[in-house]
């Protein structure tokens, strides 16, 4: 039989281990173990695994289990051999599918009904073991549905792995299972692409933001400058993170410029940095921010989104996004005609490639400058 270690956590919860161990000639051949947030769970765990070990030459074939490659080994070689690293969502993707139960499934047994059943599992809102296992409890493992725009996220993070891996782990993948089941998911409704947003703000809601957040800003100069950001997103076009990064030594004043290091990509993000051309608002923006730090507006990217988010609320403005003010800024480019509205000159200014999505961010509603005469241009440019 195998044994069950209970182990306090640091939230005062208990987590219990089951271990079980096989000899062979009075040495352990094999060892297996699991952690549960019940006894129970624990307990069932081994009942089964034990159970499973009984039949002929089930330990031998346990034994050889433990030397295949499972998805969240392939997963982790994939990983380790990118020189550069993934961007912030790839990461987290492969990282999650990892700690599924998917995880532990050997690439040589996976066919298509697994990758229909991953992405079945995802759907419904399966979740997979926290990171750190002293978040682990019953509740963590709720069901919280998800939509097909998530599930399709994942499943294609995973894709790239299937692609480009078997290389990497001397393995042969499963490409023609995966796709094959990806084609009944579409079918099923259970993968979908990102519906394509065209929310733009109006000039009154962003009157209500910048109202807001000046009035918080003059009562405690120690809150992040929201007002700055706001302006600097809709003069400069690029995203929150993008700007929170920006460093001094990578804007040209004399020929206004800025270097956008490592801009997201859909295949190269790290390494990825363009320079871009700045609109005279949005130098003046920049010029307007104190230099006794390194960076332009250092603050985290985290931080400004969801205080963005909180403070839509707080006004009364629904399904804003802090990234559709990149929707607002390259729509305007296009409305005043910025470079003789020649798209080439505004690729220039948002940093898209001739390849890229810069369709996806055109919504163009008028001919002219709405922001013309604009009564916070003023207060945007004034030195912080």
Known sequence: MGTIMQRKKKDGSLSYT??????????????LSETFPSHQA?????????????????????????????????????SDASPKGFGK????????LQRLDFGKIAVEDTDDHVFFTLAQDLLKGVQARPADPREDSPEHYTLKPRLPQTVNSYMATLRT???????????????QAFETAILSLRHQDMVARSDRRTRRPSLEELDRLLTYFYARYQANSRCVPMHKIIGAAITLA??????CSLPWVDVDETRARIQIRNMKHPRRTQG?????????EGLKIILSMPRDRDRV???????????????CKIVGIVDLHFHDLRHEAISRFFETGLGGGSRDIIMRY?????????????????????YADWKWWPVLFAPL
């Open 18 to 31: 089951a271990v079980i161990r096989k000899k062979k000639g009075g040495k352990v051949v094999l060892t």
């Open 42 to 78: 624990a307990k069932r765990w081994m009942r089964n695994a034990e159970r499973d070990l009984k039949g002929k030459n089930a330990v031998e074939r346990a034994i050889a289990d433990r030397h295949r490659k499972t998805w969240a080994d392939v997963i982790q070689d994939y």
């Open 89 to 96: 969502t790839k990461t987290a993707n492969l990282a999650y």
């Open 161 to 175: 792995v299937v692609l480009y891996g078997g290389p990497i782990s001397n393995i042969t993948m499963p490409i």
């Open 238 to 243: 690029h995203r929150q993170k993008a700007l």
């Open 272 to 280: 990825n940095n363009v320079t871009t051309w700045v609109t005279e």
């Open 297 to 311: 507006f250092p603050y985290n990217a985290d931080a400004v989104s969801r205080l963005f988010t909180d403070a």
């Open 350 to 370: 948002t940093g898209h490639s001739p390849d890229g999505s810069l369709s996806r961010y055109i919504h163009v509603e008028q001919v002219g400058d709405k």
